[in-house]
């Protein structure tokens, strides 16, 4: 018996092309997973490099040329750093001041996007468009007029000057946030609620609130970060050196002995601990994060 | 978009009733309550920022300086605004801001859509990431511009150890000595902040067009080429758009990144309009024509947003960073 040759490549055809297709289809992986590798190492890169000479003693930092991985990691710029009276109070600054901020911002937003997603009131357009103009509003603008009043005042180096630029310019994204869950959430519910007698704010703070704090929460991330990047404000209404947030310190960095090199270690690690809080944010809320970030945007 | 069908279909109905007549007791007092639960975000907003607002265009009327206490501050009209036009420094600001907000707008657009492009698929470690975008978006920017000039430095930086290991160089670039590279290696800095940001705005634009649309495209022989530039590009355009707006005008306000990485310098050849603006006023302490360049800022600012606006269309509602 001989087999017909046709038979055979016949089956022998179907058989390489499923090959070549496993083959194209692994070479498209390993292409786009190069590709994946490659753009997480563009964005995390100088953050990695930042952190490894953090690691370095004061030795190893300026060796040419310049040796990588820090060995042995060396704790030293973080102990240094938080040696330093005026690098604690940054950070204790920066977190008051951002806290305070997210957290007016907050209330006030919050009543403002209830009312834009379920209240039909007089000029509410107005309004819509003041808040998109305080979002692209350059801080520049208002900032000769607010330092002056705040030094008549008396509030430089006083955490109010800056709590209120950081509450009013965190609103806009505050206020489409919420604005965005409380529209999302069922009006049915609150107007059951309604008709077993609560009244409109009774149904706002039983109802509305609790259903919306996943929103809540995501928005209060958003403002956080925000707050705590801030630098403008900052820079300009805090001088004494016990008042400056962790941006300014950071930005006017001296370290802990003035007639040193510039103190590249102590500058790496303050930036670690300064970017840490946003890092941990980012691991733990990423989806929080992108689903507040890109809804409106993308909705249009 | 559903939820905004409802809201509109909501206000047309209050809207028709409203033509119709009375307006029951119940809208009066929910009119009311609107006004009274919006009344503090419309007070800070009054407060911190449209007043200030006039008052600088008020100061900028004046010669006004800080330097000394009780200086005369004479009233001089438009003078400053005179001045400005013909201020080289401010000429040299403003082509700098625009040469940088140009170039990093357009290459993140490029860059992000490339990258959202590809990504847009399910594949195992998606969320590594997403993680790993939102790190150069949520860095503090001026801890950013920290890292860059020690990467950038001229004798211990990375960046021209990897160029030399890689043979790309000979001699180290000593890059923030230079204007003509300075300039690039800022633009580099800013590139790599926020491009990673527009891939994700893009790519959640991109994740909203139904796979449909590509079967059907595919179907009727259309290259990957026309369906990139007749289905995903015009359905991605208000995103595009929306996109565009924010990370422009984020551009036209660059302060901290020039403030920090190169004040500025070397020479001006890094100085953008804010921070010509601001060393104005509270370096030279001359708060009348400072706020001068700080209304034309504001204004620019407003051109900017009128042509994405009116002009090209984006839509605005809701939009966002």
């Given at each position: ?7 055979v ?18 070479l498209?992986?390993i ?20 952190f ?24 030293v ?11 604690r ?7 008051i ?8 911002s ?5 009543l ?11 000029g ?6 003041l ?13 000769g007029?607010l ?14 000057a ?7 310019f ?23 609620a309604?008709?077993?007698g ?5 149904a ?7 259903l ?16 705590w990047?801030?630098?403008l ?8 050196p016990?008042?400056?947030t962790a ?42 994060i992108?689903s ?9 | ?11 047309a ?13 119940q ?6 309550l ?22 600088t ?35 040299n600001?403003?082509?700098i ?7 990093s707008?357009?290459v993140?657009?490029?860059l ?23 790190v150069?978006?949520a ?8 890292m860059?000039s ?8 990375v ?7 890689l ?12 204007p003509?590279?300075?300039?690039w ?32 495209t ?16 015009p ?33 001006k050849?890094?100085e953008t ?20 360049l ?6 620019i600012?407003?051109f900017v ?7 090209l269309?984006a ?7």
């Amino acid at each position: 018996m001989t087999a017909p040759a046709g038979t055979v490549s016949a089956r022998a055809l179907p058989t390489s092309e499923a090959t070549r297709r496993a083959r194209a289809r692994m070479l498209e992986g390993i292409g786009f997973y190069t590709f994946v590798v490659g753009f997480v190492v563009f964005c995390l890169a100088p953050f990695i490099w930042t952190f490894l000479t953090s690691l370095k003693g004061p030795t190893t930092i300026y060796d040419v040329p310049i040796r990588y991985l820090p060995t042995p990691p060396d704790l030293v710029n973080y102990l240094e750093i938080f040696g330093l009276e005026r690098f604690r109070w940054a950070l204790l600054n920066s977190v008051i001041v951002a806290s305070s901020a997210t957290a007016i911002s907050l209330l006030i937003g919050a009543l403002c996007a209830y009312a834009i997603a379920r209240l039909d009131f007089p000029g509410k357009n107005i309004l819509l468009a003041l808040v998109l103009a305080i979002a692209m509003f350059p801080g520049i603008a208002i900032i000769g007029p607010l330092f002056r009043q705040f030094s008549a005042w008396g509030l430089t180096n006083n955490y109010l000057a800056l709590i209120l630029p950081n509450v009013t310019f965190t609103l806009p994204i505050c206020i489409w946030t919420l604005t965005a869950f409380f529209s999302e959430l069922p009006i049915e519910v609150e107007e059951s609620a309604r008709v077993d007698g609560c009244t409109r704010m009774q149904a706002f703070y039983k109802i509305v609130m609790p259903l919306a704090a996943p929103g809540v929460f995501t928005a209060a991330i958003l403002l956080f970060i925000q707050a705590w990047n801030e630098f403008l404000f900052a820079r300009t209404f805090m001088s004494q050196p016990n008042r400056l947030t962790a941006t300014v310190a950071i930005a006017q960095f001296e370290g802990a002995d003035m007639a040193a090199q510039y103190p590249w270690g102590q500058i790496t690690a303050a930036s670690i601990v300064i970017t840490l809080p946003l890092v941990v944010l980012v691991l733990l809320f990423q989806r929080r994060i992108i689903s507040g970030l890109t809804a409106g945007a993308v909705k249009g | 978009m559903a939820t905004t069908a409802r809201l509109t279909g909501r206000f047309a109905v209050a809207g028709m009733l409203g033509a119709m007549g009375r307006r029951s007791a119940q809208e009066r007092a929910d009119g009311r309550l609107g006004l009274l639960l919006a009344a503090p975000a419309i007070l800070t907003i009054l407060l911190i920022a449209v007043i200030p607002l006039a008052g600088t265009i008020w100061d900028s009327l004046f010669r006004l300086s800080l330097r000394f206490e009780n200086a005369p501050r004479p009233f001089i009209g438009l003078e400053n605004y005179w001045s400005a036009l013909s201020d080289d420094a401010w000429y040299n600001a403003l082509q700098i801001t625009g040469l940088v907000a140009g170039v990093s707008v357009t290459v993140e657009l490029v860059l992000g859509m490339i990258i959202a492009l590809l990504v847009n698929r399910s594949f195992r470690g998606r969320g590594i990431v997403r993680a790993s975008v939102l790190v150069p978006w949520a860095l503090t920017t001026v801890v950013s511009a920290k890292m860059w000039s020690w990467i950038y430095d001229g004798r211990y930086g990375v960046a021209n150890d990897l160029l030399m290991r890689l043979h790309l160089i000979d001699t180290p670039i000593i890059f923030l000595v230079r204007p003509e590279v300075t300039i690039w290696a800022m633009v580099a800095a800013e590139i790599w902040k926020t491009t990673p940001f527009m891939a994700l705005l893009l790519l959640a634009g991109l994740q909203l067009i139904p796979q449909e649309l590509y079967e059907a495209t595919a179907l009727d022989g259309a290259s990957p080429w026309q369906t990139f530039w007749r289905v995903t590009l015009p359905i991605l355009k208000p995103t595009i758009l929306v996109a565009l707006l924010f990370r422009t005008i984020d551009a036209v306000r660059m302060f901290d990144l020039p403030r920090v990485l190169t004040n500025g310098g070397p020479g001006k050849s890094t100085e953008t309009v804010v921070l010509y603006t601001y060393n104005t006023m509270f370096t030279s302490l001359n708060f009348g024509y400072g706020s001068t360049l700080a209304v034309m800022t504001f204004l620019i600012v407003m051109f900017v947003s009128f042509i994405f606006i009116k002009v090209l269309g984006a839509p605005t509602q809701g939009a966002r960073r």
